[in-house]
């Protein structure tokens, strides 16, 4: 979808909430600590730069991020965006709805993607 030096973007292949993306380090590590000091200080405004791209969409009330690491030996983090008025989806709970909300069509979670991407593109 997009990428730099150091991370790119990827949607998922079917999602509920549409704007959901995930950011994986270029560089073959694990965790926060095994990134390069670039990397490492690449991170931070580069999440900010894509939840900017997710907030821009509308009707956003937060964007989450989460890393959870089990499974997968590639440094990866999730960016879900909370529907705007979704309360009951606060902090740990969006992904549990995530997991149970109906799935959003692939054209909406393209259209998303896309929105997305041009936004990080400029």
Do not use: K
């Not at 704007?19 to 490492?40: C, K, N, Q």
């Not at 690491?69 to 960016?79: C, P, S, T």
Request: proline fraction near 7%; include cysteine; hydrophobic fraction near 45%.
């Amino acid at each position: 979808m997009w990428s730099d030096d150091h991370f790119a973007v990827y949607p998922p292949r079917t999602c509920s909430l549409p704007g959901t993306v995930w950011i994986a380090s270029r560089e073959h590590v694990d965790s926060f600590v095994d990134l390069s000091p670039a990397a490492s200080a690449a991170f931070g405004p580069f999440v900010a730069q894509v939840e900017g791209a997710i907030l821009a969409r509308g009707d956003v009330g937060r964007v989450h991020l989460y890393r959870w690491g089990d499974g997968g030996a590639h440094f990866h983090v999730w960016l879900m965006p909370r529907p705007l008025g979704m309360l009951d989806a606060q902090g740990m709970m969006l992904p549990l709805w995530e997991d149970v909300l109906p799935n959003a069509t692939d054209e909406e979670c393209l259209a998303a993607a896309q929105e997305i991407g041009s936004r990080l593109e400029g």
